[in-house]
């Protein structure tokens, strides 16, 4: 049985694992794309995603939580995932980042909604962070994200990659 302790844990590890993730691919994105018109803007979502990994870390440390042991991994993957969908082209990076997006957002409204008042300021701050990671999809639609060649296999095969780093890093 999962107490109220274990889910807070599973929910600070598992937010502090993905913003270091996101972090990670949008430094790859930006080692490929510097000096192009788009590092303006994925250096501005991954200065977002900075301020995210700030906070969750800071929670870490303040709760006690034991971060992933799989931080090692996301660094490589998250820094890869960047670099090779920018390598493929600016709007596979932003494919990249409307896929990452969309499993995110779903990731915190559940979050957001599983959190009781007790727990009412990190539930804001995940809610605030839910909308700048909405920003974010948006801003990789805008940039022509869906067109993409193969736009649609792309974007399944980063969600279930998310889907399945977001398991893993909620208890190892």
Do not use: N
């Amino acid at each position: 049985m999962t107490t109220p302790r274990d889910y807070l844990e599973r929910v600070i590890r598992v937010d502090h694992a993905g913003e270091y993730g996101a972090k990670r691919i949008y430094q790859g994105q930006l080692a490929v794309l510097r000096g192009t018109k788009y590092e303006p803007i994925i250096q501005h979502m991954q200065d977002q995603e900075e301020v995210h990994l700030k906070h969750f870390s800071a929670l870490v440390g303040s709760r006690r939580v034991r971060p992933t042991a799989l931080l090692p991994l996301w660094h490589v993957a998250g820094f890869l995932l960047g670099a090779a969908t920018a390598a493929m082209g600016h709007r596979a990076a932003m494919a990249c980042t409307v896929a990452v997006e969309e499993a995110i957002d779903e990731h915190y409204a559940a979050q957001e909604a599983a959190l009781g008042d007790d727990e009412a300021p990190l539930r804001a701050d995940i809610a605030r962070f839910r909308a700048e990671e909405l920003e974010h999809r948006d801003t990789g639609l805008e940039h022509e994200a869906e067109l993409t060649p193969g736009y649609r296999a792309l974007s399944a095969v980063i969600k279930a990659g998310c889907k399945v780093a977001i398991r893993v890093s909620e208890r190892v």
